[in-house]
């Protein structure tokens, strides 16, 4: 079993959906955890911080729920620019290494 | 300024052969990770420099793998007896401390080993 799990998809929604990611992570260790964006041939990015108060950035929603070592995200007004593979990410260790899911695929068609 | 910057882009091998792969950290980073991302998995840790030591190198996946960063800023991931299996992109990423400060990420060497 994977120590960050999600659902591969892939997540095929119409523009102005709004769409779900969920993950669980198996580690209670771990520390920080993230969502980054990955587009095809490209290196992962940043896309937000997760915390367990929630936090938005625009149209975009992230909650960690620790009891259940479970975080989600959640997209509003899903965006043809927001085609990509979304991926869930912890940090644990001393030496703050990010450990990663597989990643799911959103595909936002037109 | 200059982001982590990764060379080549592409590497095409034999089985067999000997690579490096290098990558330059953002200036002044000091904590440096190597990753490796296979075909439709999320990447996975290699290794992890704080200045010129590595202090985790759990996640090299046999002695093939050696990395090393003399001088506290570049690193060469070094590969020997190249397997078909060892295809990945190798993506590097450097921050700034070691309080679980952001990582950047290189673009990646995309290695194939035929």
């Known amino acids: 079993r994977k120590e960050v799990e999600q659902d591969p998809g892939p997540f095929n929604v119409p523009e102005g959906a709004t769409v779900a990611f969920n993950c669980t992570y198996s580690?209670?260790?771990?520390?920080?955890f993230f969502w980054y964006r990955q587009d095809c041939r490209k290196e992962p990015k940043l896309l937000m911080s997760v915390y367990s108060s929630g936090n938005e950035d625009g149209r975009f929603t992230a909650q960690l729920n620790r009891a259940s070592q479970y975080i989600s995200l959640l997209i509003r007004d899903s965006k043809l620019s927001d085609s990509a593979t979304y991926l869930c990410v912890v940090m644990r260790g001393a030496t703050n290494k990010l450990i990663f899911g597989t990643g799911t695929l959103l595909a936002v068609q037109p | 300024g200059a982001g982590v910057s990764q060379t080549p882009s592409n590497k095409v091998t034999e089985k067999g052969k000997y690579v490096e792969l290098r990558c330059d950290p953002i200036?002044?980073?000091?904590?440096l990770y190597w990753y490796r991302q296979s075909l439709g998995q999320g990447p996975e840790f290699l290794i992890y420099f704080q200045g010129t030591g590595a202090a985790d190198d759990s996640g090299l996946p046999n002695d093939r793998f050696f990395a090393v960063r003399p001088e506290g800023s570049v690193s060469t991931l070094k590969i020997q007896r190249t397997e078909r299996g060892d295809s990945a992109v190798y993506l590097c990423?450097?921050?700034?401390?070691?309080?679980?400060?952001?990582?950047?990420f290189g673009p990646g060497t995309r290695l194939t080993v035929t």
């Open positions: 200036s002044g980073h000091t904590a």
């Open positions: 580690n209670s260790a771990s520390q920080s």
């Open positions: 990423a450097s921050s700034f401390g070691t309080s679980g400060e952001r990582q950047y």
